[in-house]
């Protein structure tokens, strides 16, 4: 009886170490608000908000800027690293010689590193949720 006691007790804490390591939430990204940059370029201010229950050490996505006819304009890849964990991080992001009104859309095109810390890269596609409070839109 004792013995089922402890190994009922080791499976619980087995379970409890692996729901602490695992993911735990999304990793957003909001496309917070855009600002007139020198040159008539476009700062997009970003918040990247980990609830993943990891830390990021490298996290890179490229994204393609659509102009206000739906046209490619330019591809524009960010360096969004490091993404503490259980923290709200703030990125500014210059996109050149295109206003902030003539921007209608951003598609994240490809993430081509997601790399948690002390960890193997991964697919963060599965657990990424994308926001955009301006008025272009923020995609996969």
């Known amino acids: 009886m004792r013995t089922a ?12 170490a692996t729901g602490v390591s695992a993911q735990t939430g999304p990793l957003t990204v909001e496309l917070n608000k ?4 020198e040159g008539g370029g476009c700062q997009a201010f970003f918040l990247f908000r980990n609830e993943t229950g990891k830390s990021f050490e490298g996290f890179e996505m490229s994204l393609a ?8 304009d330019r591809l524009l890849s960010i360096d969004a690293a490091p993404l503490p964990i259980q923290r ?7 996109i050149p010689e ?7 859309e951003i598609l ?5 590193i ?3 810390q002390n960890e193997e890269e991964v697919d963060c596609f599965d657990f990424l949720h994308l926001d955009s409070k301006t008025d272009a839109k923020l995609v996969k």
């Open 98 to 104: 295109i206003g902030c009104g003539d921007i209608s």
């Open 108 to 112: 994240l095109h490809d993430i081509s």
């Open 114 to 116: 997601c790399k948690p």
């Open 34 to 37: 855009f600002e007139a940059g």
């Open 88 to 94: 709200t991080t703030l990125k500014l992001f210059a």
């Open 65 to 72: 800027i659509l102009d206000g006819n739906g046209v490619i």
């Open 5 to 16: 006691k402890f190994l009922t007790a080791l499976s619980f804490l087995g379970l409890l």
